[in-house]
């Protein structure tokens, strides 16, 4: 009779070895689905450690991360320390955008989130936003740790800008 060819795939249903080609996708999905959420884990740990890095203090502090979306849970001390977290996660590559579960201890005024354009300066923005160049430090000052020196910013990066107390 010689060699005749069969379909695999029907043969492992019926004696129930092997996979079928099913089986076999679903089980590949699964496992790529848990290789991503064990590196977004990985990824969530590691931002838990390097806001701790910075001297930033959030009790219970967890960042989950699905696809492009951080989500933050934990007690910051103070709204300043709550929005640099959310900037530190949400300028991470990766990160595009956070959502903010947290609560603070002690309520204060919230600043406002400045996205940095090509040719920003903290002095033009300063300028813009509170009407003096010169209180261009205070933007600096509310954005330290994460940054080292004022003339270090970039396109696209986020800061944070207090409320100008006059």
């Known amino acids: 009779m010689g060699f005749i060819s069969f379909i695999k795939e ?11 080609t099913a089986e076999e996708n679903a089980e590949s999905v699964l496992e790529e689905s848990a290789r991503v959420v064990a590196q977004n884990e990985r990824a969530g740990l590691r931002l838990i450690k390097v806001i701790g890095d910075l001297g930033l203090k959030v009790e ?12 933050i849970h934990g007690t910051a001390a103070n709204q ?7 900037l530190v996660i949400g300028n991470t590559v990766g990160i ?16 406002i989130f400045h996205t940095v ?11 813009r936003l509170y ?8 933007i600096f000052e509310a954005n330290r740790p994460m940054l080292s020196h004022p003339d270090r910013i ?13």
């Open 131 to 138: 009407g003096n160049a010169a209180k261009y430090t205070i």
């Open 80 to 86: 300043e320390t709550r929005e640099k977290v959310i």
């Open 117 to 127: 354009v090509r040719g920003d300066t903290l002095s033009k923005i300063a300028n």
């Open 10 to 20: 029907a043969g492992a249903k019926v004696f129930g070895i092997g996979k079928t």
């Open 60 to 71: 219970k502090l967890g960042v989950d991360i699905v696809g492009e979306i951080a989500t």
């Open 154 to 166: 970039y396109p696209g990066q986020v800061l944070r800008v207090p409320a100008c107390k006059k």
């Open 96 to 111: 595009g955008g956070v959502e903010d579960k947290m609560v603070v201890s002690i309520e204060e005024s919230v600043s």
